[in-house]
């Protein structure tokens, strides 16, 4: 089956971090860019970060400059968020997306179910 | 950043209603644009890609047209299963910018 399964979020304290995995089946991934969108509770898409097939163009959102990091494994088949210095406003619904190519950009054609990050102390 | 901006914000319409979202980009992206549909508790899906290409599997009644600057997301025909919130999406360039979306309401 073609999906994408996003695992470790949680609540987690201002300041601390926090790693976000997302396993991915019924495709070949390593063909394939990989992104993470997010979604505050109530409001809209936010776009946080996009990965090309073999690392080698990635992208942020200015608003996680500096303390995200995506990474993927092809050999895993895995995507990885690492998210330092959080903040309350980083607490959202945290997509794991595929993109259409294996270079950066483009739309999403597949999206896992999410997994939820609360910042609170 | 590019910025997105869908109108209206809300749209309440009936069954069988012909309905028009608008999304306006802040610079020229071609057609590098995307529509979704987001209904609640759910993940998007994607609908129409390159402004006006629908992806497989997503009823005709959707339809996009547009390029440069404004686009147009139309739905020909409400169904029950169309009410929802919809995104567009740029993907000219980095970083991906998303609109503020369009809840779409039953009247």
């Given at each position: 089956?073609?999906?994408?399964?996003?695992?470790?979020?949680?609540?987690v304290?201002?300041?601390r971090?926090?790693?976000?995995?997302?396993?991915?089946?019924?495709?070949?991934?390593?063909?394939?860019?990989?992104?993470?969108?997010?979604?505050?509770?109530?409001?809209?898409?936010?776009?946080?970060?996009?990965?090309?097939?073999?690392?080698?163009?990635?992208?942020?959102?200015?608003?996680?400059?500096g303390?995200?990091?995506?990474?993927?494994?092809?050999?895993?088949?895995?995507?990885?968020?690492?998210?330092?210095?959080?903040?309350?406003?980083?607490?959202?619904?945290?997509?794991?997306?595929?993109?259409?190519?294996?270079?950066?950009?483009?739309?999403?054609?597949?999206?896992?179910?999410?997994?939820?990050?609360?910042?609170?102390? | 950043?590019?910025?997105?901006?869908?109108?209206?914000?809300?749209?309440?319409?009936?069954?069988?209603?012909?309905?028009?979202?608008?999304c306006?980009?802040?610079?020229?992206?071609?057609?590098?644009?995307?529509?979704?549909?987001?209904?609640?508790?759910?993940?998007?899906?994607?609908?129409?890609?390159?402004?006006?290409?629908?992806?497989?599997?997503?009823?005709?009644?959707?339809?996009?047209?547009?390029?440069?600057?404004?686009?147009?997301?139309?739905?020909?025909?409400?169904?029950?299963e169309?009410?929802?919130?919809?995104?567009?999406?740029?993907?000219?360039s980095?970083?991906?910018?998303?609109?503020?979306?369009?809840?779409?309401?039953?009247?």
């Open positions: 089956e073609v999906q994408l399964v996003e695992s470790g979020g949680g609540l304290q201002p300041g971090s926090l790693r976000l995995s997302c396993a991915a089946s019924g495709f070949t991934f390593d063909d394939y860019a990989m992104h993470w969108v997010r979604q505050a509770p109530g409001k809209g898409l936010e776009w946080v970060s996009g990965i090309s097939w073999n690392s080698g163009s990635i992208g942020y959102a200015d608003s996680v400059k303390r995200f990091t995506i990474s993927r494994d092809n050999a895993k088949n895995s995507l990885y968020l690492q998210m330092n210095s959080l903040r309350a406003e980083d607490t959202a619904l945290y997509y794991c997306a595929k993109g259409v190519t294996g270079v950066g950009g483009g739309y999403f054609d597949l999206w896992g179910r999410g997994t939820l990050v609360t910042v609170s102390s | 950043a590019i910025r997105m901006t869908q109108s209206p914000s809300s749209l309440s319409a009936s069954t069988g209603d012909r309905v028009t979202i608008t306006r980009a802040s610079q020229g992206i071609s057609s590098y644009l995307a529509w979704y549909q987001q209904k609640p508790g759910k993940a998007p899906k994607l609908l129409i890609y390159a402004a006006s290409t629908l992806q497989s599997g997503v009823p005709s009644r959707f339809s996009g047209s547009g390029s440069g600057t404004d686009f147009t997301l139309t739905i020909s025909c409400l169904q029950s169309d009410f929802a919130t919809y995104y567009c999406q740029q993907y000219y980095y970083p991906i910018t998303f609109g503020q979306g369009t809840r779409l309401e039953i009247k």
